[in-house]
């Protein structure tokens, strides 16, 4: 039975194993300096669905060991939208002093359709190259402060390019992707 399920996924999902594991904060962190989202694991790969009312998102890593680095930033394209939120995200040490950053407002964006959530986004900037990693962080504590000039929007935050996705997870990410798709490309979301 389970070899079934398995294939059945495969068929309907083929692309399950080449895209993000889809994630919402679900208001279990404040996303502030003092209660930031906490990444696990930041080689594996995480698209983080979040939305920014008012106040710069922080989110933070911590490894005992090196680790190669990605994080790009991308936000819903709908047909209806006229403008484009920007987003922009700065690397910080652990005493959130700047160590790299991308400013979204200055980068082309560019439109790409995601196969497995079969919808389409923007593209914004990323440390990295082609959605992957291009350099490692040594052992530490680092945070990612994403913000706009009106702190509002939609956005999401892509972490990291190993591709894990143990079997037990695929139930709660296809409920996920209902759940994006239907919070995230509602034609609401344009102002």
Not at 24 to 33: Q, V
Not at 107 to 112: G, L, M, P, V
Not at 118 to 126: I, L
Request: with cysteine; hydrophobic share 35%; proline share 4%.
């Amino acid at each position: 039975m389970l070899k079934i399920l398995v294939i059945i996924l495969g068929v309907i999902y083929p692309s399950l194993g080449s895209s993000h594991s889809p994630l919402f904060n679900n208001d279990k962190y404040e996303m502030t300096k003092n209660d930031p989202y906490l990444i696990k694991k930041p080689e594996h790969s995480k698209a983080i669905f979040s939305e920014l009312k008012g106040t710069d998102h922080y989110y933070k890593i911590e490894s005992k060991i090196s680790f190669k680095f990605y994080v790009g930033i991308t936000a819903p394209k709908l047909d209806t939208c006229d403008r484009l939120e920007y987003f922009s995200f700065e690397i910080l040490d652990s005493k959130l002093k700047k160590i790299d950053n991308r400013d979204g407002k200055s980068f082309e964006w560019w439109a790409w359709y995601e196969e497995y959530g079969k919808k389409w986004y923007w593209v914004g900037p990323e440390l990295g190259e082609k959605f992957a990693a291009d350099r490692s962080y040594t052992a530490g504590t680092y945070y990612i402060r994403v913000f706009n000039e009106q702190n509002t929007g939609k956005y999401v935050l892509a972490v990291g390019d190993i591709e894990k996705f143990p079997l037990t997870s695929i139930p709660r990410v296809i409920l996920t992707v209902k759940k994006v798709n239907k919070i995230f490309w509602s034609e609401s979301n344009c102002k």
